[in-house]
């Protein structure tokens, strides 16, 4: 299957600074990449859907100013969460649509985030 | 909106034994699709197999296999001759026209040996 990678794979920072994740599509072009959230023990939550050269469709509820989302080519989509809070900490998520008419899905490895 | 429930948060299940796992959803529309995923401890989402909601065949990966209800809004998974490596976390998801994904809040399956 299709592959998608990101980095970090766990970062730490402290109150105040930014972070930015990255996610790659690496064997299949991606026009459409999705970001969850996800907190210890519970399900994955939709925050972004990312397309490539225009701008991110947020979640209700989600801050689009503090979780900024980039889809600048076909395999990289970035995440940057803004002058960070000990709250944002959580695993970040991302998948990567591969295919058109009936589509798959494919996931990242995930990004733990912890702000000190 | 869609709503994806999975009522079991947890499932335990004997080495080799086959066990089955919740799904229902909420949707008023006709056409979509259905996922189970399986989340190992490394966190890595991995896809268990997909339903198309216009096929009436339930369907089926190795030892792995659905019972697609779609009057009912059900979506069970269930999995044959159990391995210790099946242990994880299964979520169920539901794919609309709008493609976002929802997920359900997740069975957590153990198997013992």
């Known amino acids: 299957g299709a592959v998608v990678s990101q980095h970090p794979s766990w970062v730490i920072c402290k109150s105040g600074t930014s972070v930015k994740i990255e996610c790659r599509s690496l064997d299949f072009q991606a026009t459409t990449m999705f970001w969850y959230r996800q907190f210890p023990k519970q399900s994955l939550m939709l925050m972004a859907t990312?397309?490539?050269?225009?701008?991110?469709?947020?979640e209700q509820g989600v801050e689009k100013d503090k979780f900024l989302i980039n889809h600048a080519s076909l395999t990289l989509s970035t995440l940057t969460v803004t002058s960070a809070h000990p709250e944002d900490s959580s695993f970040y998520i991302c998948?990567?649509?591969?295919?058109?008419?009936?589509?798959?899905?494919?996931f990242g490895p995930g990004t733990r985030l912890t702000v000190l | 909106a869609q709503t994806v429930t999975q009522s079991q948060p947890e499932m335990s299940v004997q080495e080799a034994e086959t066990v089955t796992l919740s799904c229902t959803y909420d949707t008023s529309e006709s056409d979509y699709y259905l996922f189970w995923y399986k989340q190992p401890p490394s966190r890595q989402m991995i896809l268990v197999i997909r339903?198309?909601?216009?096929?009436?065949q339930n369907a089926t990966e190795n030892r792995f296999s659905v019972n697609f209800q779609k009057a009912a809004k059900s979506f069970s998974l269930k999995i044959s001759d159990s391995q210790l490596g099946d242990a994880a976390m299964y979520f169920c998801a539901y794919r609309g026209n709008n493609n976002d994904m929802r997920f359900g809040a997740g069975t957590r399956l153990t198997v013992k040996p």
């Open positions: 339903q198309e909601a216009y096929k009436q």
């Open positions: 998948s990567a649509k591969e295919g058109g008419g009936v589509w798959t899905q494919y």
């Open positions: 990312s397309n490539e050269g225009s701008k991110a469709t947020y």
